[in-house]
T-cell receptor, first 118, second 112 residues
Framework: KAGVTQTPRYLIKTRGQQVTLSCSPI?????VSWYQQTPGQGLQFLFE???????NKGNFPGRFSGRQFSNSRSEMNVSTLELGDSALYLC?????????????????FGPGTRLTVL | AQSVTQLGSHVSVSEGALVLLRCNYS??????LFWYVQYPNQGLQLLLK??????LVKGINGFEAEFKKSETSFHLTKPSAHMSDAAEYFC??????????FGTGTRLTIIP
């Protein structure tokens, strides 16, 4: 079974531009989550989509948005890029099963998209 | 909200020695706990997880972890370190929905 794929793997943008990152989950997975990883802040949750609906959102400004398509593929968009947005953006997919309102399934991570903002 | 604390941002062990990476959690509900490993320029790979049941959890690559409620701990161990174990390790707790809250990570170095 193919793993989680993310495109592109590397991006270089300048301040003020916008960017769209793509994530294709493992076949059959309906949940896609996005994380930002930086040396200073570590791994931070951005948002999660399940069956085209955003189920959960982290503490990021509105410049960060996402969506999920009917085939479970997901995109995230960052508008008006800032230098601090430079990071590794990881997506993860899972079946999305919840117990007590929390996920118990294994989340499978993609290799990430490394975004550099100049 | 749930949280995890990883003690020691860097750990060095000799090849063949015991690996012990520490993780303590804070949770108002029975926690679901995970250990992930990240190799350079790669995503995260699940080593093991604890949801319910047996408190000693065995994972891939010879790693295991024990859930200790009384100590609010979920430390990761491996009896004998291998050079290929050099990586960054993250402890995480399932927070709400599919959100994982990660610790700050521990970079493991193996000394030949």
């Amino acid at each position: 079974k193919a793993g989680v794929t993310q495109t592109p793997r590397y991006l270089i943008k300048t301040r003020g531009q916008q960017v769209t990152l793509s994530c294709s989950p493992i076949s059959g997975h309906r949940s896609v989550s996005w994380y930002q990883q930086t040396p200073g802040q570590g791994l931070q949750f951005l948002f999660e989509y399940f069956s085209e609906t955003q189920r959960n959102k982290g503490n990021f400004p509105g410049r960060f948005s996402g969506r999920q398509f009917s085939n479970s593929r997901s995109e995230m968009n960052v508008s008006t890029l800032e230098l601090g947005d430079s990071a590794l953006y990881l997506c993860a997919s899972s079946l999305g099963t919840l117990a007590g309102g929390r996920g118990t399934d294994t989340q499978y991570f993609g290799p990430g998209t490394r975004l550099t903002v100049l | 909200a749930q949280s995890v604390t990883q003690l020691g941002s860097h750990v060095s062990v000799s090849e063949g020695a015991l690996v012990l990476l520490r993780c303590n959690y804070s949770s108002s509900v029975p926690p679901y706990l995970f250990w992930y490993v990240q190799y350079p320029n790669q995503g995260l790979q699940l080593l093991l997880k604890y949801t319910t049941g047996a408190t000693l959890v065995k994972g891939i690559n010879g790693f295991e972890a024990e859930f200790k409620k009384s100590e609010t701990s979920f430390h990761l161990t491996k009896p004998s370190a291998h050079m290929s174990d050099a990586a960054e390790y993250f402890c995480a707790v399932s927070d709400s929905w599919e959100k994982l809250t990660f610790g700050t990570g521990t970079r493991l170095t193996i000394i030949p």
